[in-house]
């Protein structure tokens, strides 16, 4: 844009033509947006997709840290299945007593496809999940919990997040149960 305007300013053109009135700004066709245009905008849409990705695991974390904690909070980030899931994820550490505090890393955020020109713009993510940091405890006691040896602690999650009239939302967020 900016090479545009200020080669707009320079002309090799005697004089007598530049002023010769030009066509109606109404009635040129607008200029197509250059590539550049349309990645930075599409790059623009993933990055809001990731950013609320992150912003609902961060969310899950603090529930998971918090027995007491609204789960309502959640509607901000997830809707449909992954909302569903979070919530039932948090119900069932509840039911068992246990909280997790620590934190969760996010390492090789991938956008594996995504389709912006639709109704429902959708950006679909591939993360390597990290809780290696995380400490299960009792609830009440804040004693650490018996885990499996054998659990995956570093794993990749596949995820859907899509733009609905609210703002972006985790539609679906599924280990794989592969280690990364």
Partial sequence: MTL?????????????????PSTPAATKPAPAPSTTEAV???EAMQAEAISVYQAHWEQKQALYAD?????DTLKQFAAAE????AKNDVQRMRDANQVITGKVTMGDQTVTKSDLNRKVPKVFLSTCLDI?????????????VSLPSTR????????????WPQGWRVVRDRPMGKKC
């Fill in 4 to 20: 545009a305007a200020l080669t707009g300013c320079s002309s090799d053109k005697p004089a007598d033509e530049k002023a010769a």
């Fill in 40 to 42: 930075s905008e599409e």
């Fill in 67 to 71: 027995a007491d904690a609204d789960t």
């Fill in 82 to 85: 992954a909302l569903v899931g």
């Fill in 132 to 144: 290696t940091q995380w400490n299960v405890l009792d609830a009440k006691t804040r004693k650490p």
């Fill in 152 to 163: 995956l602690t570093k794993y990749t999650v596949d995820s859907l997040v899509e733009k």
